[in-house]
Every structure is written in structure tokens, then in C-alpha cells.
């Protein structure tokens, strides 16, 4: 079956979703675009090859398709969503799924009663070193991993879109925004954090109303130690985006624009007082076969509106993800620790 698609919200994000789907087109065609900014949504309907019609009220659209692709502002996804599962569609929406657990909870809700397919678009989960990445950790073909780190430096100013920059309805700063992307991998990849720490700021990110600059350390059941450092202020960057697992046996090493998984470090046994000979390993080389990880993410999408499986990013998996975070914000706010043994993993 080809499906008709609905595309809501036609900002930078937007674009790129576009660019995706001629990758697709035996499994899905744009059937409308939708923003309250009709040069925006003509402008993704440009860059299509049937040139869709284009709407500035999704209300008007959802009539035109059965599967629905929403980009919108945080504050506005709830309200979307639900609107569309009722109206008898399947939605992939974009991530985080919504500022506040109520809000996920009600969108969770309209999926369950309109038998709809719900997911978070969490897409870096489809990113073909990030699987192998997670497999190598979970089946410790390398040993235990006892610390996985996650480094993302970026600039983000976006005066046209001043949401971005503000606490209320962006849902708080740039972990929340940026950030539920990578405590996600970190959760999918380790399992149940127990406890942890973050501190933010806004210092040379003053355009933030919350931090644009975070910093997160959780402590698994596993003992392990998982790390992210996040920046909406970066200048200049050397590390990008980039995924470190110290695994026993060496170290896992993604970088995103090198598009290599190398493992470093001495395989042998250690012998004390004798220096390390470490080597490096290219355990996967995309490097002329980008990965298509968006792809990826909506064929998953489609696959389970087919079979009406469970989407890999479920929303019951990306509100765990929030709720870490939450709890991150309110122990920040209160100067403790983060408890997360109450919150429910369904990874």
C-alpha cells in the first residue's frame, strides 16, 4: 500500500523530511503542506515532485491522507496529535513528544482508543553504527561498558522561530529540546539510570531562556556511567557529534561526520608495567554510503502502520526518556540528586 502523507509544520526541519521522501516514493507520496505560514508550507510543496496542495490549517489537509508527519513547535504537538489520531490517522511526531507528562499521557490515550499508530521521531535510533554501536554494548562482545559518552556542539540562533529560545514553550532549554534525542540513546543502550546529575547554563548563549548549555552524568543499575555534553553555542567545534563507549576489551568510537565505528585499544591481555600498544580497528566504514537514518526512521513508521507492530521509539519509551529528564531539571532546581527509581523503563 501507498500512503498518503500529511506533512504539518514546513520550517528548517521540514525540508529535510522532504528531502527523504523521494527515497521512498514506492511507499509514501506527500499529499499536502501544512503551516500557518503559506509561503513556508509552498516552499516544501516546491521542492516535491507532485508539488502537493497547500494549507495553512491541518484541520483542512487531514482529509487528503492516512498517515500524518508532524513538525511542529513543542507546545503545539499534543494539541496536533491527538487531533489527527481522532481524526483517524497515524502520526510519527516529531520529538521530544510534548512538554509535560499529562500531555504525553493524552496523546498515548487517543493512539489507544483509535487503534492508530503513535511514534516519537527519536531518528538517530536508525542510524546504522548507532544499532551496531547499541548491539556490541548489549551482547558485551567487547566486555562490559562501564562509561558511554555523547558529545553534540552546535550554534542554534534561530531569530525567526523565537519559541526555540523560550522555557514555556519550548518545554526548558537544550536538553530538553536537543538533548531527549541522546539521554534516549543512552537509556536504549545502558538500561534503567538510577541516579544522576545536570548542570546548564545560559552564559554566551543569552538568546536561551533555560540553559543552552548542558551538562548530564547518570549513574545505571548496571553501574555503568553515561555523560552527555550539549551545546547550543558553539563557535567551533572539534567534537562534533560524537559517541564513546569504553567498553573492558577497548573503546567503541563513532564520530557522526566520519561516518567510521573504529574500536581502539589493546585486545590482549594487560600486563602490568608493560606500555599499551594500541590499535585501531574499522569496525563499519559508511563513508560512501551515508547513512539515511531519517529514511530509516519513516520506512520503520510505515512498516508498523502495515502491521500495526509497536514502533521501535514508542511513545512509553520516549516519555521514560522525558521523565528522566524532568527529574534532571527538578533535582538541578532543588540542588540534589536526580531519583529515577520510580520511573518505569519499558526498554
Known amino acids: 500500500m501507498k500512503h498518503k502523507l500529511i506533512l504539518i509544520g514546513c520550517g528548517g526541519m521540514a525540508k529535510t ?53 508532524q513538525v511542529l513547535p513543542h507546545h503545539l504537538h499534543a494539541s496536533c496529535t491527538i487531533d489527527c489520531l481522532d481524526a483517524g490517522k497515524h502520526v510519527l511526531a516529531e520529538k521530544p ?59 542554534t540562533i534561530r531569530e525567526d522561530a523565537a519559541w526555540l529560545h523560550d522555557r514555556k514553550l519550548l518545554g526548558g532549554g537544550q536538553l530538553f529540546s536537543h538533548g531527549c534525542h541522546y539521554i534516549d540513546l543512552m537509556l536504549w543502550m545502558l538500561g534503567k539510570p538510577v541516579k ?14 533555560r540553559e543552552g548549555t548542558s551538562n548530564v552524568c547518570l549513574e545505571f543499575a548496571s ?31 563513532f564520530k557522526l561526520s566520519e561516518n567510521k565505528l573504529i574500536l581502539r585499544g589493546k585486545i590482549a591481555e594487560h600486563v602490568p608495567g608493560v606500555p599499551e600498544d594500541c590499535k585501531e580497528y574499522v569496525l563499519m566504514d559508511m563513508t560512501n554510503a551515508p547513512a539515511k537514518h531519517t529514511v530509516e526512521e519513516m520506512r520503520h513508521f510505515l512498516d508498523c502502520v502495515d502491521t500495526r507492530a509497536t514502533p521501535e ?31 518505569s523503563m519499558p526498554f
Not at 516535491?48 to 487531514?62: K, S
Open 313 to 343: 521509539t514508542s511513545p512509553e519509551q520516549s516519555l521514560a526518556g522525558l521523565e528522566v529528564i524532568w527529574e534532571l531539571y527538578k533535582a538541578e532546581d532543588e540542588n540534589r540528586l536526580a531519583d529515577f527509581r520510580n520511573i
Open 223 to 253: 553501574g555503568a556511567m553515561g555523560y552527555h555534553f550539549g551545546t547550543w553555542g558553539a563557535r567551533g567545534t572539534r567534537m562534533g557529534y560524537s559517541f564513546q563507549a569504553h567498553c573492558e576489551k577497548g573503546l567503541l568510537d
Open 196 to 209: 544522576g546529575t545536570h548542570c546548564g547554563s545560559n552564559k554566551c548563549t543569552p538568546w536561551m531562556d
Open 97 to 155: 513528544l510534548a512538554n509535560s507528562k499529562e500531555e504525553c499521557l493524552a496523546m498515548m490515550e487517543a493512539a489507544k482508543r483509535n487503534k492508530k499508530v503513535l511514534m516519537t521521531a527519536y531518528c538517530m535510533r536508525f542510524h546504522p553504527i548507532l544499532r551496531e554501536m547499541r548491539r556490541l554494548i548489549r551482547e558485551k562482545v567487547y566486555g562490559e561498558c562501564f562509561q558511554l559518552s555523547i558529545w553534540t556542539e552546535q550554534l
Open 17 to 69: 523530511h522532504a528531502a527523504r521522501m523521494e527515497t521512498l516514493e514506492d511507499r509514501v507520496e506527500v499529499a499536502a503542506t501544512v503551516d500557518i505560514d503559506l509561503k513556508k508550507a509552498q516552499a516544501v510543496s516546491d521542492l516535491l515532485p507532485n508539488h502537493p496542495p497547500v494549507f495553512t490549517d491541518y484541520h483542512d489537509a487531514l482529509e487528503l491522507g492516512d498517515v500524518v508527519l
